[in-house]
């Protein structure tokens, strides 16, 4: 794998330092044009170094719905209609073909814009592509988690695998050579853990599986995001806020270009004007997605299991009911308040204790190392700017994948995935 991982790099015009440990793409010939993380992970990648890919009318794909926990027909509102059954997106070939499994990242539904991106670039290749959302995401809590607090890495993966094994009977005549996974962000850690499953149970015996930008601490990940949200940033004050100030800028933004241009190049092409946001802008920015993440999981999580730390357990909640003071109160809690409040308790009475340090081994990349170590099947790429990264992680990676963890200089979190030399390393390493 590594010599293949090599020449396509070669080819691509890359120079590669090969450490005895790892693949480490060279800064200077890497091409990759935005060096600073906050930018490349709001921004991603110019759309011109993006690889070209089929238009979603081009793409012979349809949305299905599974009941896996038809108790919550009972338990969760009327307004909740829609998340009662778990949608997934299926793209299918004419033909037999491998199928590959995308697991979307923290927060993230089936079709977030990232497995989107995968789902387009895997079909063109020739796959079957099935978009799966995260075991965080508010649809999948709802319609396919058994005890509806995602965090416990383990019984993530469980709740997925069922998923998976669903999936794949709900289609029994579509032509399947072999399978594929792969996961972005938290989605990478989940499909780390999806494998080893998949060794004993043998439902899929996954060819290979690639993670994508995966948290190794998970704990230190969300500590990281967490503290962006706690940036010092330069003109908010009692009668500005941080929504309001990049509303301005956003404005204005528009106004000097003459019209508006919503597409997915927007905010690479706002952060070349004027009106661009500075780092600390870029990284509150980050932050607050990432704590409306865990307001999300905070609040879907209490209501179903009726903890009462968010939503009174016997207060009505109908179609027309107004969820914004639920919202204001999850908002309050980051996510290690909802492992605090949530995770560790429910944790500790299902496994008769254990310590906070315990936990974050079991949820973490750690608690797999032999395994990975060993398992010459499971790669990985990741950036060496990556915001979610703590001292030692990349450490972790080199000692645990050794030439099977491709590190890249630049890209943030996630925001070069959608560069053409990462997509080709990407289907090069599941060509094989």
């Known amino acids: 794998m590594l010599r293949s991982l090599r020449f396509a790099a070669l080819f691509g015009g890359l120079i590669l330092s090969a450490s005895a440990l790892a693949v480490d793409v060279d800064a200077a010939s890497y091409g990759y044009p935005l060096t600073n993380p906050f930018e490349a992970t709001i921004a991603t990648t110019p759309p011109e170094l993006r690889p070209e890919l089929p238009a979603s009318d081009d793409i012979h794909q349809s949305d299905y719905s599974l009941t896996l926990r038809p108790e919550r027909e009972f338990i969760l ?28 990242g923290t927060g993230a539904r089936y079709d977030s814009s990232l497995n989107e991106y995968l789902k387009k670039l895997y079909y063109k290749a020739g796959y079957h592509v099935v978009q799966l959302s995260s075991p965080t995401s508010f649809d999948f809590i709802s319609a396919a988690s058994r005890f509806a607090t995602p965090g416990v890495t383990q019984e993530d993966a469980e709740d997925m695998y069922r998923v998976m094994q669903a999936v794949r009977a709900q289609h029994p005549k579509l032509p399947i050579s072999e399978f594929y996974l792969t996961g972005y962000s938290l989605g990478a850690l989940d499909a780390a853990f ?6 004993t149970r043998r439902s899929f015996n996954f060819k290979k599986v690639l993670l994508l930008n995966p948290p190794v601490n998970l704990y230190t990940s969300i500590t990281n995001l967490d503290k962006l949200v706690q940036t010092e940033v330069k003109g908010i ?13 956003l404005t204005r933004y528009f106004q000097q270009k003459g019209y508006i241009d919503l597409n997915d190049a927007l905010l690479y092409d706002f952060q070349q004007s004027k009106q661009h946001l500075s780092n600390e802008q870029m990284a509150m920015l980050i932050g607050t997605s990432f704590r409306f993440s865990a307001a999300d999981i905070a609040f879907t999580s209490d209501l179903i299991n009726r903890r009462g730390l968010i939503t009174p357990p016997k207060y009505p909640i109908r179609e027309g009911t107004s969820l914004t003071p639920f919202l204001k109160r999850a908002l309050q809690c980051d996510f290690d308040c909802y492992l605090t409040e949530q995770v560790i308790p429910m944790w500790r009475a299902r496994t008769d204790g254990g310590s906070l340090l315990q936990l974050i081994d079991q949820v973490s990349l750690y608690a797999l190392q032999d395994y990975l170590k060993a398992s010459t099947k499971i790669a990985v790429m990741h950036n060496a700017d990556d915001v979610i990264l703590g001292p030692g992680d990349l450490g972790f990676l080199r000692k645990t994948f050794g030439d ?14 959608n560069y053409r030399v990462n997509s080709d390393a990407m289907l090069e390493f599941f060509r094989g």
Do not use: M
């Not at 509102?77 to 697991?103: E, G, M, S």
């Open 77 to 104: 509102p009327d307004n909740f209609w829609a998340v009662k059954k778990l949608t997934y997106r299926i793209a299918t070939q004419d033909h037999t073909a491998p199928l590959i499994f995308l697991i979307a």
């Open 194 to 199: 999806v494998s080893k499953l998949d060794e």
């Open 237 to 249: 004050n009692n009668s500005t806020t941080f929504y309001e100030l990049v509303l301005g800028k």
């Open 404 to 417: 099977r963890l491709t590190v890249y200089p630049h890209g943030g979190h996630c925001g070069n995935l």
